[in-house]
């Protein structure tokens, strides 16, 4: 049976706030502030045991092994002599976000009849370049079946892929053929920069469509709006989400909304838009309250649902537009809030927490796929294991290298995945 699965990422034990991303404004407001990774894996594990009593198919995957001396050693250095500003890059948790993990497109949309994954090379940010390798190595163990997978290697740089933060796709229903839209921030050529990165290339993202397959006329490629990334919305899905037939966006989200609407409607006629405009809720609102980074799911009723940060609830115009929606006819029939507030501070909410892959949950390695007993274990590990606080001085302490390292081991080991402790990419 194909359904939705969100894998999400499981908080490694090195979460910490060290100010590494430009144009999230999350991660620069907190940066040098405190953090708790044992409390950052807890609220994780809880969203997706919710999710899971919710009756939706949930995975996960790993963290990475941090502080990532193989990465260090390609540029000259170590651990220990790393200049302090390249350590912290070295020891982001940042694979957490799994929504940046790779691009996916379900079987139904590929040539081939397979689902195809392709790993995001993340190359735009220095302590996320380095993801890649260990992404691929769990990718390829998860949907190692290779009659309905196809996991791809990153598209090379110096095209700027993040995945499937930048990707949207609506159908019908999950299994059914559906319209695959690109959002990018970076045409390519010359063009006026704004002042934060735009990570995502336009080339980028028409080579994932040409490597899996997909049909062109029910291929989009849309520009995100210069106003969203300026304001903060450093991927799309910031700032928009897409479930079978509802996009959920924000009125500034995209360059050409118009064409966008248009292309989809043309595309898939049951698409329902369903747009915020700023006079409701401000760009400035959207992105601090991460309203869009909700998972807009589909649940066994067949009703729509959004999983919120606590945040949205604590935006007033946010939660007044919601309110107001659930309570009138629109197609989202359900509120969930979560607190993330770790993730959170650092520009992450619950829909960058997650990787939807449309699968058979039988075809993925079960080790990767949740159970309620599976997720007790995982609880009690991270109790055990993972630093209940980390300063940003603490990143320079050895300790804390052993510790992370030793945390990531256990929970490789158990959960029968010593392989990718032992064979470093
Ligand atoms: O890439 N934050 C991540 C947040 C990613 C959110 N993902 C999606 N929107 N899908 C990023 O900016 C902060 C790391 C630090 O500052 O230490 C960070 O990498």
Same mark, same amino acid.
């Given at each position: 049976?194909?359904?939705?699965?969100?894998?999400?990422?499981?908080?490694? #034990?090195?979460?910490?706030?060290?100010?590494?991303?430009?144009?999230?404004?999350?991660?620069?407001?907190?940066?040098?502030?405190?953090?708790?990774? !044992?409390?950052?894996?807890?609220?994780?594990? %809880?969203?997706?045991? *919710?999710?899971?009593?919710?009756?939706?198919?949930?995975?996960?995957?790993?963290?990475?092994? !941090?502080?990532?001396?193989?990465?260090? =050693?390609?540029?000259?250095?170590?651990? *220990?002599? %790393?200049?302090?500003?390249?350590?912290?890059?070295?020891?982001?948790?940042?694979?957490?976000?799994?929504?940046?993990?790779?691009?996916?497109?379900?079987?139904?949309?590929? +040539?081939?009849?397979?689902?195809?994954?392709?790993?995001?090379?993340?190359?735009?940010?220095?302590?996320?370049?380095?993801?890649?390798?260990?992404?691929? =190595?769990?990718?390829?163990?998860?949907?190692? @079946?290779?009659?309905?997978? =196809?996991?791809?290697?990153?598209?090379?740089?110096?095209?700027?892929?993040?995945?499937?933060?930048?990707?949207?796709?609506?159908?019908?229903?999950?299994?059914?053929?559906?319209?695959?839209?690109?959002?990018?921030?970076?045409?390519?050529?010359? /063009?006026?920069?704004?002042?934060?990165?735009?990570?995502?290339?336009?080339?980028?993202?028409?080579?994932?469509?040409?490597?899996?397959?997909? @049909?062109?006329?029910?291929?989009?490629?849309?520009?995100?709006? $210069?106003?969203?990334?300026?304001?903060?919305?450093?991927?799309?899905?910031?700032? *928009?989400?897409?479930?079978? !037939?509802?996009?959920?966006?924000?009125?500034?989200?995209?360059?050409?909304?118009?064409?966008?609407?248009?292309?989809? !409607?043309?595309?898939?006629? /049951?698409? /329902?838009?369903?747009?915020?405009?700023?006079?409701?809720?401000?760009?400035? @609102?959207?992105?601090?309250?991460?309203?869009?980074?909700?998972?807009?799911?589909?649940? #066994?009723?067949? +009703?729509?649902?959004?999983?919120?940060?606590?945040?949205?609830?604590?935006?007033?115009?946010?939660?007044?537009?919601?309110? $107001?929606?659930? =309570?009138?006819?629109?197609?989202?029939?359900?509120?969930?809030?979560?607190?993330?507030?770790?993730?959170?501070?650092?520009?992450?909410?619950?829909?960058?927490?997650?990787?939807?892959?449309?699968?058979?949950?039988?075809?993925?390695?079960?080790?990767?796929?949740?159970?309620? %007993?599976?997720?007790?274990?995982? +609880?009690?590990?991270?109790?055990?294991?993972?630093?209940?606080?980390?300063?940003?001085?603490?990143?320079?302490?050895?300790?804390?290298?052993?510790?992370?390292?030793?945390?990531?081991?256990?929970?490789?080991?158990?959960?029968?995945? /010593?392989?990718?402790?032992?064979?470093?990419?």
């Amino acid at each position: 049976m194909l359904t939705e699965i969100n894998f999400d990422g499981i908080v490694g #034990p090195s979460h910490n706030y060290a100010g590494l991303s430009l144009g999230n404004l999350a991660s620069a407001r907190n940066f040098g502030r405190a953090s708790a990774p !044992r409390a950052a894996a807890l609220q994780g594990l %809880a969203k997706m045991r *919710a999710n899971l009593e919710r009756g939706l198919a949930q995975g996960f995957f790993l963290p990475q092994h !941090r502080p990532n001396a193989d990465w260090l =050693a390609q540029l000259g250095t170590t651990v *220990a002599q %790393a200049a302090p500003s390249l350590r912290a890059n070295a020891m982001s948790a940042s694979s957490m976000w799994a929504a940046n993990a790779a691009t996916v497109s379900p079987a139904a949309d590929c +040539e081939d009849g397979r689902c195809h994954l392709t790993v995001a090379n993340l190359m735009t940010m220095p302590h996320r370049s380095h993801e890649w390798a260990e992404t691929l =190595a769990q990718l390829q163990l998860a949907f190692a @079946d290779a009659a309905r997978f =196809a996991v791809h290697a990153p598209v090379p740089p110096p095209f700027g892929d993040e995945g499937a933060a930048n990707h949207m796709r609506l159908c019908a229903r999950h299994d059914a053929p559906g319209v695959e839209v690109f959002v990018y921030g970076n045409a390519g050529g010359a /063009e006026a920069l704004g002042p934060f990165p735009a990570r995502q290339h336009r080339a980028a993202s028409e080579a994932i469509a040409r490597i899996h397959g997909l @049909d062109p006329a029910r291929t989009i490629f849309a520009r995100q709006s $210069a106003e969203a990334i300026a304001a903060g919305a450093f991927h799309n899905d910031v700032v *928009a989400v897409a479930n079978e !037939r509802v996009l959920f966006a924000h009125e500034l989200a995209f360059a050409d909304k118009q064409g966008l609407y248009a292309s989809l !409607r043309d595309a898939l006629p /049951e698409v /329902e838009i369903v747009e915020v405009p700023a006079s409701a809720v401000s760009l400035e @609102d959207a992105i601090r309250s991460y309203l869009f980074n909700a998972q807009l799911v589909t649940l #066994p009723s067949g +009703e729509a649902a959004l999983v919120l940060p606590a945040e949205a609830r604590e935006t007033p115009s946010v939660w007044r537009w919601l309110e $107001a929606h659930v =309570a009138g006819n629109g197609p989202i029939r359900h509120l969930f809030v979560h607190d993330l507030r770790e993730s959170m501070a650092n520009g992450g909410g619950p829909a960058c927490l997650r990787l939807r892959v449309v699968a058979d949950p039988a075809t993925v390695d079960p080790r990767f796929i949740a159970t309620p %007993a599976l997720l007790d274990r995982i +609880e009690t590990l991270v109790a055990q294991w993972w630093p209940e606080r980390i300063a940003v001085e603490d990143l320079n302490n050895p300790a804390l290298w052993e510790r992370c390292l030793a945390a990531r081991s256990a929970l490789c080991g158990e959960l029968g995945l /010593e392989k990718l402790d032992r064979d470093r990419p």
